[in-house]
């Protein structure tokens, strides 16, 4: 039978199963609610349940053993157990660099963290320690399992009872950021608005934003345009959404679809006119004024709510944002969330960087193309072609140098100051082609891999772009001096010493060299990394 029985009955004298089970110690104890479970043994188990930590087939009358017997020569960890989808092991080293799991380093779980909602890779040490450190719970596994009765399925647990909303764009440009507005009716009670703001990096063209709000209805706002991204009659929580917001959902004005006439009209006797546009227009799902915003329901009736079009909350720290950026928060009091809306050629989420004038920065131009955690063939196209380039770049510059080098070496060009010169810069344009192919391979490195030592970034900071800028201005001296010293040529003409103007130019290089870089000698003191803390980068 299935009678489930107190386990203070066990042994106690009195036959309570039909089997006598009660006292023979057949019976399955139930750890989550002390009683007695009176099934016949069990004579298969799934596999993954075995030596698991829980017993599941009961004691054998003959061999007086369970599912859980024997179990300390019984690896977690093991032919059967990897890769299985199921954490066999209390950290999770089983599933460890799976085929169906994005890409970590050795020893590191897939991580989305709970504070920025970003794919992260947590290490394995972190993994099973009864802190929680993922969104969803997913370092701590046992936690679902407990909560489940033990069902090996369970590999999530919820937090915050939120709402992931996966939002592509097509068809449509994409911006840099959108302002995301939530809407909740609840029968005849005032609507509530809820708005956040989201970035988008420039290489992709979809967001994901998490809630923890019911919510019934989701307007995207961006390039001053509105767009009804989901509609939904039954607000759910804890539910992954996935949208496309495409052209025909977005939101027109009313001077696009009246007449100027029509407009004109006073405003009570416009909106009267409203159902009329949902009537004649299929197409048309939403549209707004000044005061409202209005659905095309099933039935082409217009369903207009207010809707504050210029509700901006402004920061309260004038200074939270850099360059004279506009800073927003998304609620008056007690704001959760900021953004900065950076002028032109300022990018970064303080617009702590910079585009303007000429800089020799791999890092403003490349750096946010290249996306995080992401192995090299999965990047843009963007990243793959800039990787082409610069190996192009480094083939003809080394090339070329070397080619300097043999040319210039000889004793006929040293002969005079020009071929000193020039034999200088042709080794100074060799070394700066090799610093600029590992600038450029270090930035590509740390961005893709979140997990280099912080010291690493701040030796690159320091010594790559100091070197890269002293060799440029060298070259740039020793070019100057080239073109001096063919104008002492012409103007001395027979007269010219070479072996005169061959010693000066020695001591001008080194002259060059030594004042060159005590110029610049100030730029490493003065830098420092910069944590941007929302896309988890470091420059």
């Not at 131009?365 to 992401?374: S, V």
């Not at 891999?449 to 030796?459: D, E, G, M, P």
Request: glycine share 4%; net charge negative.
């Amino acid at each position: 039978s299935s009678k489930c029985i107190s386990k203070y009955r066990l042994n106690d004298g009195i036959q309570d199963c039909y089997e006598n089970d009660d006292e023979t110690g057949e019976s399955h104890f139930n750890k989550s609610n002390s009683t007695i479970r009176n099934d016949p043994i069990i004579k298969s188990i799934w596999y993954p349940l075995l030596c698991d930590g829980y017993i599941d087939i009961g004691t054998n009358k003959i061999h007086n053993e369970t599912d859980e017997t024997d179990c300390n020569w019984w690896p977690c960890n093991n032919i059967y157990t990897r890769c299985n989808r199921i954490w066999n092991c209390h950290n999770g080293i089983d599933e460890i660099n799976c085929p169906y799991l994005p890409a970590c380093p050795s020893l590191f779980h897939p991580c989305v963290s709970p504070e920025t909602f970003n794919l992260t890779c947590l290490s394995i040490d972190k993994a099973g320690d009864g802190i929680v450190d993922c969104l969803g719970a997913s370092d701590e596994r046992q936690l679902c399992q407990e909560e489940e009765d033990y069902y090996p399925g369970a590999m999530f647990q919820c937090w915050n009872h939120s709402t992931c909303l996966d939002i592509s764009i097509l068809k449509v440009p994409i911006p840099s950021s959108i302002l995301a507005h939530f809407i909740t009716a609840d029968g005849n009670v005032q609507h509530t608005r809820t708005s956040t703001f989201k970035r988008i990096r420039p290489d992709e063209d979809f967001v994901s934003i998490y809630t923890s709000n019911k919510f019934h209805l989701l307007f995207t706002e961006f390039c001053n345009n509105y767009y009804l991204t989901i509609a939904q009659e039954k607000s759910i929580l804890s539910a992954i959404i996935t949208t496309t917001i495409i052209p025909s959902q977005r939101c027109p004005h009313i001077n696009e679809l009246f007449s100027s006439t029509i407009l004109e009209f006073s405003r009570l006797r416009r909106i009267k006119l409203y159902p009329l546009l949902c009537q004649k227009r299929s197409e048309l799902k939403c549209f707004y004024d000044e005061t409202f915003i209005c659905l095309c329901t099933t039935d082409r009736f217009a369903n207009c709510f207010s809707f504050n079009h210029s509700m901006i909350y402004n920061c309260r720290e004038s200074h939270f944002c850099d360059n004279n950026a506009q800073c927003f928060q998304d609620k008056p009091k007690c704001p959760t969330k900021s953004m900065c809306v950076c002028d032109e050629c300022f990018y970064g989420t303080y617009c702590q960087f910079s585009t303007k004038g000429f800089a020799i920065s791999v890092d403003a131009i490349l750096g946010y193309k290249i996306r995080p955690h992401t192995i090299f063939t999965q990047q843009s196209m963007t990243v793959k072609v800039s990787v082409s380039i610069v190996m192009i770049m480094f083939m003809l510059g080394l090339i070329s140098s070397i080619f300097s080098i043999f040319t210039f070496q000889t004793e006929i060009s040293r002969k005079v100051g020009c071929g000193l010169y020039l034999l200088s810069t042709s080794i100074i344009s060799l070394l700066t082609m090799v610093i600029f192919l590992l600038k450029f391979f270090i930035l590509t490195y740390t961005q893709i891999n979140f997990n280099t030592h912080r010291y690493f970034h701040l030796f690159s900071c320091i010594s790559i772009d100091f070197l890269l800028r002293v060799l440029l201005s060298i070259g740039d001296w020793l070019n100057a001096c080239v073109a001096i010293e063919r104008i002492f040529t012409v103007s001395k003409g027979a007269n010219f010493d070479k072996n005169k103007r061959r010693s000066i130019a020695k001591w001008i290089i080194v002259v060059v060299i030594v004042l060159t870089t005590s110029s610049i000698i100030h730029d490493p003191i003065h830098r420092h990394l910069v944590d941007d803390t929302e896309d988890q980068r470091t420059w």
